[in-house]
């Protein structure tokens, strides 16, 4: 299966400030999906890339995909505290795949 | 649109005893997983269902977990004897077969004491 790496695995900020967690794959990825799981929660599908150089924007979260397809970063303008959570990147290889997850970069914000 | 159902959301066992854990997945969506999440770690894959079969089963330790989708819809996760290093919250997710986006249950958060 492909693995990816996510860095940092902990970030805390000030409300307010912006937050960029990034995966990195050492193989070319299909697709890459991102999740949040809020604390207690369950993983919540947030976005899925799929082309090469890809941006999305959802709100305040930005997601890019790299041009070579081996990394993806997720970007947080203006943290609130309910950007509080776990967020994972993922890869699958097609529909109907397992995901696989990493570690996740946990954000923790303070008001 | 109703949810991936999961219950029970709390069991706590003694090791050496048995468990069992439901999930019913969103309404027409072919294909189910059960995925084993460790406190501080993310999901890990234990089964893949597409319909009533199995897909992928590689991660799953056959010696004491099973899992069953007999008609295609709902499915049971039993672990038999459960071991400490069980504890955890196990996840079940569901999909249709267009697109990649997986829903997730609430999960079942286990002790195994």
């Known amino acids: 299966g492909q693995q990816v790496m996510q860095i940092p695995q902990y970030q805390h900020v000030q409300e307010g400030e912006d937050f960029t967690t990034y995966c990195n794959s050492s193989t070319t990825l299909s697709n890459i999906q991102w999740y949040k799981q809020r604390p207690g929660g369950h993983p919540v599908f947030l976005i899925q890339?799929?082309?090469?150089?890809e941006v999305k924007k959802q709100k305040r979260l930005t997601f890019q995909f790299g041009e070579a397809k081996k990394n993806s970063s997720l970007h947080i303008t203006a943290t609130q505290t309910t950007d509080v959570g776990t967020y994972f990147c993922a890869p699958s290889n097609q529909a109907g795949t397992a995901l696989i997850f990493g570690k996740g970069t946990t954000l923790s914000v303070s008001s | 649109e109703a949810g991936v159902a999961q219950s029970p959301r709390y069991k706590i066992i003694e090791k050496r005893q048995s468990v069992a854990f439901w999930c019913n997945p969103i309404?027409?969506?072919?294909?189910l997983y059960w995925y084993q999440q460790i406190l501080g770690q993310g999901p890990k894959l234990l089964i893949q269902?597409?319909?009533?079969?199995?897909?992928?089963d590689s991660q799953l330790p056959k010696d004491r977990f099973s899992a069953e989708r007999l008609k295609g819809v709902d499915s049971t996760l039993k672990i038999q004897p459960a071991k400490l290093e069980d504890s955890a919250v196990y996840l079940c997710a569901s999909s249709n077969l267009r697109e990649d986006t997986q829903y997730f249950g609430p999960g079942t958060r286990l002790t195994v004491l």
């Open positions: 309404s027409g969506h072919a294909t």
């Open positions: 890339l799929v082309k090469s150089g």
């Open positions: 269902f597409q319909n009533n079969g199995v897909v992928d």
